[in-house]
């Protein structure tokens, strides 16, 4: 009974739109809790916001300042990042664990309070720490100022579309058996769309999502993958979309008939529903063009037209094949800024640091890991694989407390190493980062997550980056913003940004298993001259390690 309320919640959150008053202060309360959900026939307890799988749609205008209480009633630590947010001089509320702040313990509070300053279109919430993020998320819809129109048509409707995966076992059980064998740990049980599989082989009884259309009208979908581990493929049949933004940045707007979105990223596309009545189906499913092993279980909604008849069949499609590597790719390349007057691209042209990251996996000697032969699957960045500190690395810097991490984090990889080491970056330098695929292990994609900031991938390539030919091929004109972009299997990419904004800042995998093998570092960015141009004091209810 309990997991039907969570599903009547998650719907009405979905399709009832808020009327939102331009540039104001939006409280919001996140009491995370416990909650019994029913999913492929079987019943577990799993980690909420307020009750809800997903959680709670956080709906502000651009400018807004916004305030969330977000108060612990469960036994693990917990923190939330809204990811994509710039958090402009306020590092304090990004909320990674031990990055910016040390985690809310059970029976406490936080209230993360920043301003939306510059931003508009779709983001997403989630827990950062341990593997909780896989039933702990949720929407953040940013509107446009008041009367200012979005730069393509204007939908009659929008509607969050939320992917995700699903174990039936504790996702914290599933992490930690991998910890202790040195194996990857198992794959999810299904993927899920708006908290829901479809029916599976397994559970044909499991129901599934629904999009109710009228025929005519056109419909602003809001996709978010907030899948711990897995890219995917998004597709309806008989229907194309017309992209329009990703991760909260207007595009050059594309018909095509298959999205592909990493973990973390969002895409806004426009669905124009012109095809007869019917049903149609809904498909989700993973992309590996590596030998790695993934869920290949397709999770499906329906597409419905109002005015259908009952008992009409469900006109099918074919997702793409798991290892689509020239689906994805097209994809990929086809996404350019919009870059008009009123959201230019503004690349930075010159370059004051030039930096090279590999990234990739490796193996550990582990005596005790005897299912994995005595090893274990570690990841890197510049060949190091970052320990998490005790004291979060924000107050670390901002207090001065020595031996918590050192500043020679490599601009180039070296041998391989162990250690808590930062980047530091002058404010306001420009910064080019190529982030070089490797595969000592196996090569597969990586979406890689930069807080702090959005930036431009101005170029990207299989194989190995060339330092003197390929840089005359990047495009410094209109490339994509972002602020998680896929490194493709085994080849390059390259991005570009504005080091504008004081504080520590995370760099990490998003495939939630490369970050708990230690795919990750931080930038140090230094306060600037100017008086906003430095790191905000923290706020009194900053949680203590």
């Not at 807004?64 to 990042?81: A, C, E, P, S």
Request: contains cysteine; aromatic residues 10%; hydrophobic residues 40%.
């Amino acid at each position: 009974m309990e997991s039907s309320t969570i599903r009547i919640l998650v719907i009405v959150a979905i399709i009832h739109f808020p009327v939102l008053i331009d540039s104001a202060v939006r409280q919001y309360k996140f009491d995370v809790v416990m909650k019994n959900a029913t999913m492929l026939c079987s019943t577990k307890p799993i980690v909420t916001v307020n009750g809800m799988f997903p959680g709670p749609t956080l709906y502000a205008v651009e400018d807004d300042t916004v305030l969330i209480n977000v108060v612990n009633h469960v036994n693990y630590n917990v923190t939330i990042h809204w990811h994509g947010i710039r958090q402009l001089r306020t590092g304090w509320a990004d909320g990674p664990a031990y990055i910016t702040q040390c985690p809310i313990t059970t029976g406490q509070s936080y209230i993360y309070n920043f301003t939306i300053t510059g931003q508009r279109g779709t983001l997403l919430w989630h827990a950062h720490i341990l593997w909780l993020r896989s039933t702990v998320h949720g929407a953040i819809v940013i509107l446009p100022k008041c009367c200012v129109p979005y730069p393509f048509p204007k939908p009659d409707k929008e509607v969050v579309v939320v992917l995700a995966e699903w174990w039936k076992s504790d996702t914290e059980d599933v992490i930690n058996e991998a910890i202790k064998s040195g194996l990857a740990p198992n794959v999810s049980d299904a993927h899920t769309i708006n908290g829901l599989p479809g029916p599976v082989s397994n559970c044909p009884s499991q129901g599934g999502f629904t999009l109710h259309v009228e025929k005519g009208k056109t419909y602003l979908l809001r996709l978010i993958n907030a899948a711990l581990n897995e890219e995917l493929f998004f597709k309806i049949a008989g229907h194309h979309v017309t992209i329009v933004e990703v991760d909260a940045t207007y595009v050059k707007p594309f018909k095509t008939d298959t999205v592909l979105i990493s973990p973390g990223q969002t895409t806004n596309v426009l669905l124009f529903a012109d095809q007869k009545q019917g049903n149609y189906l809904v498909t989700v499913s993973p992309f590996m063009d590596a030998p790695i092993a993934v869920d290949n279980i397709t999770a499906t909604a329906t597409l419905n037209y109002i005015g259908t008849l009952t008992n009409t069949p469900t006109i099918l499609t074919t997702p793409p094949l798991e290892n689509a590597t020239t689906v994805a790719t097209n994809f990929v390349n086809s996404l350019r800024s919009l870059n008009s007057k009123q959201y230019p691209a503004s690349v930075p042209r010159t370059v004051d640091y030039n930096l090279y990251f590999t990234v990739g996996l490796g193996l550990n000697p582990c005596p005790t890991c005897k299912p994995g032969n005595g090893s274990r699957v570690v990841a890197s960045i510049n060949n190091l694989t970052f320990t998490l500190p005790t004291t979060a690395l924000l107050q670390a810097h901002y207090f001065n407390i020595n031996g918590v991490f050192t500043t020679d984090f490599p601009a180039n990889p070296p041998y391989t190493m162990n250690g808590t080491k930062v980047f530091r970056l002058a404010y306001n330098a420009n910064v080019q980062l190529v982030l070089q695929g490797t595969g000592i292990v196996a090569p597969e994609n990586h979406p890689i997550h930069l807080h702090g900031f959005s930036f431009y991938a101005v170029g990207r390539g299989p194989g190995n980056y060339n330092p003197m030919t390929d840089p005359m091929k990047f495009n410094l004109v209109d490339p994509i913003e972002r602020n998680t972009i896929g490194v493709p299997s085994g080849g390059w990419v390259a991005i570009r940004f504005r080091a504008d904004n004081p504080g520590v800042w995370f760099l990490h995998c998003h495939l939630e298993v490369h970050t708990t093998w230690g795919l990750k570092m931080a930038f140090l960015v230094d306060n600037g001259r100017g008086p906003n141009q430095s790191l905000l004091p923290p706020p009194i209810d900053l949680p203590k390690c």
